[in-house]
């Protein structure tokens, strides 16, 4: 029996499970905070909506450029120095935007809070790899899935609830204390489970691979209002992609191994999450411009309209890892998916006279699809892979959902506006309030219609997806 596999034995799941779930709370729930807050930091900092955009389109930027990367840094730290790392560098961040004297140190903040972030998911997907056996995974797997979509979906409620009765810093004053709490929790349970190889370095690839996500990321997240800029930095980004994929394939040590896609349910299961990605980030820009813009409601009603359904998604998450461990991922993905795409047609019937609670058990349902689908093709794609792919293989995954969030949002918003204008084009009055609304319903059910055809498309991949047999070494240490 090898030392890894000694260690596997010894350790604590229970506790480094819990340590690496509460980080990953307190980061992912800062991504959906400030959301709510941005108009509130125009007026404050006396900025306009372009400059003040940029404390979103920053940390998906500095998150996008880390992702790929952070299969070498797990080569370089150990688990300890990664995780507890990430969340001090987290935690300066957090400290930073919650004094900030002027919207430039806020920025500085949010970008160092991102550097933090971005670390965080890949440690903790790492580590339940390493540290379950395959036949267990899925109930882990879970409990990520309960963090992945509780805390977006607590995020703007509980922004609105603050805004209303504090100031915009008691955003970061309240995350202090839950950082803080996870750095100390984690210095006394966490422990090393992955083992140290420092890779060599390749300088070239980590600039192609910032150049080449780093401009899609942001190229994407600007649309049409980045003009040229956003049209120059896709074309560099594009084109630094395909240079970073030629050298990973023609180097000894990758920094991204995509060695990876030999594993047919891994590139099976990776199709599948980014169709997936695409249409979730397609409902998650959408729905809440329809309950503003046609419903009118506030931020925060918009808010308490989508939390029931994230809080069902978190709650049904681990349920759904057990059920993965028992049944496999299609009695999971195929029903979860044809959930989702009635769900997506029945988006595309919206009209402006809709009801809130319509839109709730809609939204719900949704999430409910969801549950079923995203970590049970995750862990049926990662336990296809042997245990020294596991970094590869999950930075591959993240960045491309990351990819794909960011292209689907740029995409479906243009599908919307194009649908919007081509109704208000045929209009007799486009500019009565009421035809403005029905174009902007009209666009969005254009958008709607778009990503069921990508549902569609996902459902009859899931048919093929079946089981995956752990690798020997797998077997012989789990």
């Given at each position: ?433 009421a035809q403005m609304l029905q174009g902007l319903v009209a666009g969005m059910s ?33």
């Amino acid at each position: 029996m090898t030392t890894l596999a000694k260690t596997k034995q010894e350790i604590k799941r229970g506790p480094i499970t819990v340590a690496l779930i509460i980080g990953a709370f307190v980061a992912i729930l800062n991504e959906t905070l400030l959301n709510i807050a941005l108009s509130d930091l125009i007026g404050y900092f006396h900025v306009t909506a372009t400059t003040v955009q940029w404390l979103t389109t920053a940390y998906l930027l500095v998150i996008g450029v880390l992702m790929p990367v952070t299969a070498l840094l797990t080569g370089w730290f150990t688990t300890r120095q990664m995780f507890l790392g990430a969340m001090t560098i987290f935690l300066i961040g957090t400290v930073i935007c919650g004094f900030a004297p002027t919207f430039s140190f806020l920025l500085v903040g949010r970008v160092i809070q991102a550097a933090g972030s971005g670390l965080i998911l890949p440690v903790m997907m790492n580590t339940i790899l390493f540290i379950y056996p395959p036949d267990k995974r899925g109930g882990a797997m879970g409990l990520i899935g309960l963090v992945i979509m509780f805390a977006p979906a607590l995020g703007p409620t509980l922004s609105g609830l603050i805004i209303a009765s504090l100031s915009w810093r008691w955003l970061f004053y309240l995350v202090l204390p839950l950082a803080v709490f996870s750095i100390l929790f984690a210095a006394r349970y966490l422990t090393d489970v992955s083992q140290v190889t420092k890779p060599k370095v390749d300088v070239v690839s980590v600039i192609l691979s910032t150049l080449g996500f780093g401009g899609l990321v942001y190229g994407m997240g600007s649309g049409a209002e980045g003009g040229w800029l956003s049209i120059v930095l896709l074309v560099v980004g594009v084109a630094s992609l395909i240079l970073f994929v030629w050298r990973q394939l023609a180097i000894t040590n990758p920094i991204l191994d995509f060695r990876a896609f030999k594993y047919p349910m891994y590139t099976l299961a990776t199709i599948i999450l980014i169709l997936v990605m695409v249409t979730l980030f397609a409902t998650m820009i959408l729905l809440p411009l329809y309950l503003q813009q046609a419903l009118l409601l506030s931020s925060f009603s918009a808010g308490l309209v989508l939390l029931p359904g994230g809080l069902i998604n978190g709650m049904l998450s681990p349920v759904m890892g057990k059920l993965f461990d028992k049944f496999g991922p299609r009695w999971l993905v195929t029903p979860g998916l044809l959930i989702m795409c009635i769900v997506i047609w029945l988006f595309s019937r919206l009209t402006v006279s809709e009801s809130m609670l319509y839109v709730i058990i809609l939204y719900a349902a949704l999430l409910i699809g969801m549950s079923m689908v995203m970590m049970p093709v995750t862990t049926t794609g990662m336990n296809q892979l042997p245990k020294q792919m596991y970094p590869h293989g999950t930075a591959i995954m993240n960045t491309l959902q990351q990819v794909a969030g960011g292209i689907g949002t740029a995409l479906f918003i243009g599908i919307m506006v194009s649908g919007q204008q081509a109704y208000l084009s045929r209009s007799a009055n486009p500019e009565a309030p009421a035809q403005m609304l029905q174009g902007l319903v009209a666009g969005m059910s254009r958008a709607f219609f778009i990503a069921l055809v990508v549902g569609v498309i996902s459902l009859l991949l899931s048919l093929f997806l079946k089981r995956t047999v752990a690798p020997k070494e797998d077997h012989a240490e789990g």
